[in-house]
């Protein structure tokens, strides 16, 4: 789960991380309230949960309250990215002397935190890593054994960091650590970590925050925090989240159920070579009459839909009763768009037998490509 | 011979009482797994599908002389039951549940490491060497023997694959599902070595999907390493920038993670790479494979 960026300073707040003067508001007024007492210039940070957001234009500095008014009320109005803007982050404007970039994340191939540390902060790290690997420093630490001063203060030595600098960035650098290993982030990023040109703070702030938790993790997490349903924008994206499926929009017209997330992709790819996909939906293990009757109700949700195209495994699935879900909804809501269905493994015959009597085009043949030709015919696509 | 399953395996079932255990018991042994019992703490002296259900894995390893197990534990229990299992001298151990939090599996690893454990998974179908025996969810019909061997990140591509093949004559020597989630038990390379090594395995294909670089550890290997053919096909090239694609670990995230960074490092590595599953049939007969 993806926090939003009030919340990660929040968070490196009660970590000891110096975050600035700021508050949260829900609109212009609560935003004028907040810079009156911080005092100007401040600036204001769309909360939107996608990458980019400054050269998006969701960030403002505002030097009096007319343009305040005026900025804060285009940002409510405005969408950042095709998402709306429903809080802005007011902050203190940091004196900024230079800047560092902090991040942790999991390198999936050697199964330990890696720790990142760069001067070149900013909005383009990645760009940095790739073009000058040199300029961006990695650690990988042994999450049984810890990550200590010691190791951050040589970390950071390498990036020419020296002296009272040197400890007052370690710490940083460490309590990231904590607060990455005590919420089971999976990403937590200070970009930028701002050196200021006085001492205010002890000399750093922290003025942005990224900080992904381990969405397996979350029920032992306990954050008080609003839920992950809420930070999911997409109506249907979020229906699917309810009924306990992954549905990703993709914005086509061809409805795709499938019983795994390799052969959803799979499908998505092989119906993308003539046809756009509706969405993507995996139903995972769980697969019952129930659920794939709501899955059928999710994706006819889209509007403009031209066909359902339904490939299902049965391994740890009983599809025979997921079928009788999808026949169950096509006759109660007399569906007329072509439905193909390709249904294999464990009660395979019973399953084409129920889904044939409901009006499905079942294909028995092994590859997806042979039941996409189908559906290729069925749609008229060429 | 077979690839981590064999004549020597005793299979148990952990959660063996729960509906997905005892259905899966079911289904392994009518493909002849030999599995010789299971474990659910508090459910000791119960029988499941004919077999003994103990209390502790250390009384199974004891009773029935397993080798070998197999997960179907909710989340939550499995780090515990991990370590339970390791320190009854288990060898082989499979992780079918999903949703199992990373920094668990980053310990699960470790430890697994420390002490000559190969473990599969999370999220993983698991294995199935055909004529053998399985240890997963795999469905048994779609698979036949032979001397192709199949690694895939998703469960229902491995079946996918194996089915095409199967429709075709073609059989498998094993079938492995390495696991879908950011962090795993056994990275790619370490299962293609295996096959390398395998007397009866002629060719390999990785099926794998957008996220995290196990497929460019793999090319590395490849390159390095092996001397058999291998295919290769990355599902996900319509994946949207940072949505996961029903597994945790399939997310894409900038450059890194995509199907073109995948595909770019295996076809240097020099593996044929399918553009479509069933493309893996011209690439059979291209190699003399049957």
Redesign the interface.
Same mark, same amino acid.
């Given at each position: 789960m993806r926090l939003h960026e009030h919340e990660g300073l929040d968070i490196f707040e009660s970590a000891g991380i110096p975050v600035p003067r700021r508050g949260v508001a829900g609109n212009t007024d609560d935003a004028l309230i907040i810079a009156g007492e911080i005092g100007y210039p401040v600036v204001l940070k769309a909360q939107v949960l996608v990458g980019g957001r400054g050269l998006a234009g969701g960030i403002q500095t505002v030097t009096t309250p007319e343009e305040l008014e005026d900025a804060a009320g285009k940002l409510f109005s405005a969408e950042i990215k095709g998402l709306p803007v429903r809080k802005l982050l007011v902050c203190e404007k940091a004196d900024i002397h230079s800047e560092l970039y902090m991040g942790i994340t999991i390198d999936g191939f050697t199964g330990r935190p890696v720790i990142v540390v760069s001067k070149e902060g900013g909005v383009h790290i990645e760009e940095t890593a790739r073009i000058a690997p040199d300029k961006v420093i990695s650690f990988y630490c042994d999450p049984a054994f810890g990550f200590y001063p010691y190791q951050a203060r040589m970390l950071l030595r390498r990036l020419g960091i020296v002296e009272r600098l040197l400890a007052i960035c370690a710490d940083v650098l460490v309590r990231l650590y904590r607060a990455f290993v005590q919420y089971e982030a999976l990403i937590a990023e200070i970009n930028p970590l701002v050196i200021l040109k006085t001492g205010y703070q002890g000399g750093l702030l922290a003025i942005d925050s990224v900080i992904e938790i381990d969405n397996s993790a979350l029920n032992r997490v306990k954050l008080p925090l609003p839920e992950m349903i809420e930070r999911i924008e997409n109506p249907l994206e979020r229906k699917g989240r309810e009924i306990g499926v992954t549905y990703v929009d993709l914005g086509g017209d061809i409805g795709i159920i499938s019983s795994g997330a390799g052969l959803g992709m799979a499908t998505m790819d092989i119906i993308g070579e003539r046809l756009r996909p509706a969405n993507f939906l995996e139903t995972g293990g769980g697969i019952t009459e129930e659920l794939l009757y709501k899955c059928m109700e999710l994706v006819m949700m889209k509007i403009d839909l031209r066909a359902i195209f339904i490939n299902v495994y049965g391994g740890i699935n009983p599809i025979h009763e997921g079928a009788r879900g999808v026949v169950r909804y096509i006759k109660e809501h007399n569906v007329t768009i072509p439905i193909v269905a390709k249904a294999l493994g464990n009660h395979q015959e019973e399953t084409w037998e129920i889904l044939r009597a409901g009006g499905v085009h079942v294909v028995t043949e092994a590859p997806t490509e042979i039941a996409v030709a189908r559906l290729f015919e069925l749609v008229g696509a060429r | 011979m077979g690839i981590l399953i064999d004549d020597a395996t005793r299979v148990i079932v952990q959660g063996i009482t729960g509906k *997905?255990g005892s259905t899966?018991t079911r289904?392994m042994l009518r493909y002849g797994t030999p599995v010789v019992g299971g474990i659910t703490p508090g459910k000791g002296g119960t029988i499941v599908e004919g077999l003994p259900v103990f209390d502790s894995v250390a009384e199974a390893v004891k009773q029935t002389g397993a080798n070998a197990s197999v997960f179907f534990v909710p989340?939550?229990f499995v780090l515990d039951a991990f370590y339970e299992t390791v320190d009854a001298g288990i060898k082989l151990i499979v992780i =079918?549940p $999903? @949703?199992? +939090? =990373?920094?668990d =599996?980053?310990?699960m690893?470790?430890y697994a490491a420390a002490e000559g454990v190969f473990a599969l998974g999370p999220t993983t179908?698991g294995i199935l060497v055909p004529g053998k025996g399985k240890m997963g969810?795999? +469905?048994g019909? /779609?698979f036949a023997p032979g001397r192709v061997g199949i690694i895939?990140?998703?469960?229902?591509?491995?079946? $996918?694959f194996a089915? *095409?093949l199967?429709?075709k004559k073609i059989g498998q020597s094993a079938v492995i599902g390495m696991g879908?989630d950011? !962090? *795993?038990l056994t990275?790619l390379p370490d299962i293609l070595s295996l096959f390398e090594a395998d007397k009866g395995t002629d060719a390999v294909i990785i =099926?794998g $999907? !957008?996220g995290?670089?196990?497929e460019e550890?793999a090319a590395e290997f490849i390159a390095e390493k092996m001397k058999k053919p291998v295919a290769a096909?990355i599902?996900?090239? /319509?994946?949207?920038q940072?949505?996961?694609?029903? @597994?945790?670990?399939?997310i894409v995230r900038?450059?890194a993670g995509t199907v073109a960074s995948k595909c770019e490092a295996l076809q240097t590595a020099g593996a044929t790479l399918l553009k479509? +599953? *069933?493309e893996v049939l011209d690439w059979a007969v291209n190699n003399d494979i049957r």
């Open positions: - | *997905i899966q289904w989340a939550a =079918v $999903e @949703h199992i +939090p =990373v920094n =599996v980053m310990r690893r470790a179908p969810i795999m +469905p019909a /779609l895939s990140r998703s469960g229902t591509l491995s079946y $996918e089915g *095409i199967s429709e879908a950011p !962090v *795993i990275n =099926v $999907e !957008v995290g670089t196990q550890k096909y599902a996900g090239r /319509l994946s949207p940072g949505k996961r694609m029903g @597994h945790a670990g399939a900038g450059a479509s +599953p *069933i």
